[in-house]
């Protein structure tokens, strides 16, 4: 199995890239209600608004941060978790544990982390998402896209140079790794159309350009997961409710909903 078919696989079935969607789609819709080219709003500022509120919405579906659980106050953590929010992203938010997905920055750049892999932010411009140019990203993004990969080798310049010269150049590489296996989620979207774009991949340094990437995932190509609100064929929850007619439950992990449903908890 390849590194793409496994990341993806493992990542997909936890429900990170739906909760990776989630985010993006709430943050698109928002910033664009948000934007006004007759209040002075250039791309710009779009783009800032979009970044600042897709990472919190990350951070709200992976329970990171502010928006993480504090057991004995489950009205609060709600009231929270779902303040300025739309009555959409509330229905279609996917109900994910709380301690799925970590905070892992890098040198000061939003990273999310689940187990051993981590992922980081990176926009562009919509259509040149293959031509993404890390060469002209911050240094930790280029450090991300150095990163060596399991993926099968490509041809390239380095066919013809000795086993010494190949050592050397594996050497640099370790010197490069990570402490987390980092990948990129890249986004864009046309302020015009509206339309947007949402990849999960390994990015490739592409000094000189050419491809930025040894693989990548669309994750708006997978259908959106079900919402953390009750619909008619699921049971009716028994948690806190603070939406009328639209029960809701905190997240909790599996162990403790386990230890609550053997005890007679809700």
């Known amino acids: 199995m ?90 279609t ?3 994910l544990d709380a301690g799925l997905v970590q905070r892992a920055n890098l ?17 562009c411009d919509f259509g040149n998402l293959d031509r993404l140019p890390w060469p002209r990203k911050s240094p930790t993004k280029q450090r991300v896209a150095r990163q060596p990969t399991s993926e ?9 140079l000795d086993t010494e010269e190949l050592a050397g150049l594996a050497m640099l590489a370790t010197g490069l790794e990570l402490d987390l296996a980092t990948y990129v989620v890249a986004h864009s979207l046309d302020p ?12 490739r340094l592409n000094t000189g350009g050419g491809q930025a990437w040894h693989w990548r995932h ?8 079900d919402g953390g609100r009750r619909t008619d064929d699921t049971p009716l929850p028994t948690g806190p409710n603070i939406v009328p007619d639209a029960p ?5 992990p599996a162990e403790e909903r386990q230890d609550n449903r053997a005890s007679g908890e809700g």
């Open 93 to 95: 938010m996917p109900m």
């Open 192 to 203: 015009l159309s509206g339309q947007i774009e949402l990849v999960f991949g390994r990015a």
């Open 152 to 160: 099968p080798p490509q041809p390239s310049l380095f066919e013809d």
């Open 218 to 225: 669309d994750i708006l190509s997978a259908p959106p997961a």
């Open 2 to 91: 390849s590194e793409h078919q496994d990341v993806i696989g493992e990542l997909g079935g936890v429900g990170l890239l739906a909760g990776v969607r989630w985010a993006y789609l709430s943050a698109t819709a928002r910033a664009l209600e948000t934007y006004s080219e007759a209040d002075g709003h250039d791309t710009a500022l779009l783009g800032s608004i979009r970044y600042t509120l897709f990472r919190d919405r990350l951070d709200r579906v992976f329970a990171c941060e502010r928006y993480a659980v504090r057991s004995g106050n489950d009205d609060a953590d709600l009231d929270l978790l779902y303040d300025q929010l739309s009555e959409r992203d509330v229905d």
């Open 248 to 252: 809701v439950r905190l997240r909790r």
């Open 107 to 123: 040198n000061g750049s939003p990273g999310w982390a689940h187990g051993e892999r981590r992922f980081l932010l990176a926009s």
